[in-house]
C-alpha cells in the first residue's frame, strides 16, 4: 500500500524530471543555433489543445494528452535528425514546453476531468483533497 509521503515523493521526482526535460531541451535548442524568437513563438503552442475542451471535455483530454506526451517531441526530434532538420527545434521547444508543464505540476489528463492529471489533482481539485486530507 502507497504512503501518503510516497506519493508525495513520487510528484516531486517527476517535477524535478520536468526540470530536466527543460533544462535539456532549453540548452540543445541554444546549441542548435534556432532563433530565440522561434522558440519564444512557439513555447504556447501546445496549450492551444485547450480549445478542444470546448468541443467537449472528452475531446479536450485526448487533444491535450496528444500535444502533452513525450513521444510527439521524440518523433519529431528523430525526423528532424534524420531526414528534415528544420523539425529539431521545433521537438526542442516542444520538449521543453512539457517540462515546463511537469515542472510546475501539470500532467497528462485523467478520464475528462480537467483537475485530474497523471501527476495528482490540480487546481479546485487540488484543494479540495488538500481540504479533505
Not at 500500500?1 to 540543445?28: F, Q
Not at 475531446?59 to 525526423?79: D, F, Q, S
Not at 511537469?102 to 501527476?119: I, V
Request: glycine share 10%; with cysteine.
Amino acid at each position: 500500500m502507497t504512503k501518503p509521503n510516497d506519493a508525495i515523493s513520487t510528484r516531486r521526482w517527476l517535477r524535478l524530471e520536468g526540470l530536466l526535460m527543460l533544462a535539456v531541451c532549453v540548452v540543445l535548442y541554444g546549441q542548435v543555433g534556432a532563433s530565440w524568437w522561434l522558440f519564444a513563438a512557439l513555447f504556447l503552442v501546445p496549450d492551444l489543445s485547450f480549445a478542444a475542451y470546448w468541443i467537449a471535455p472528452r475531446a479536450g483530454m485526448w487533444a491535450y494528452n496528444l500535444t502533452h506526451a513525450e513521444v510527439g517531441p521524440a518523433v519529431l526530434a528523430i525526423a528532424g535528425l534524420l531526414w528534415m532538420p528544420a523539425l529539431l527545434p521545433v521537438a526542442l521547444i516542444w520538449g521543453a514546453h512539457i517540462g515546463w508543464d511537469r515542472m510546475l505540476g501539470y500532467g497528462l489528463k485523467l478520464g475528462t476531468d480537467f483537475d485530474q492529471t497523471h501527476l495528482g489533482p490540480i487546481g479546485k481539485a487540488r484543494k479540495a483533497a488538500a481540504l479533505t486530507a
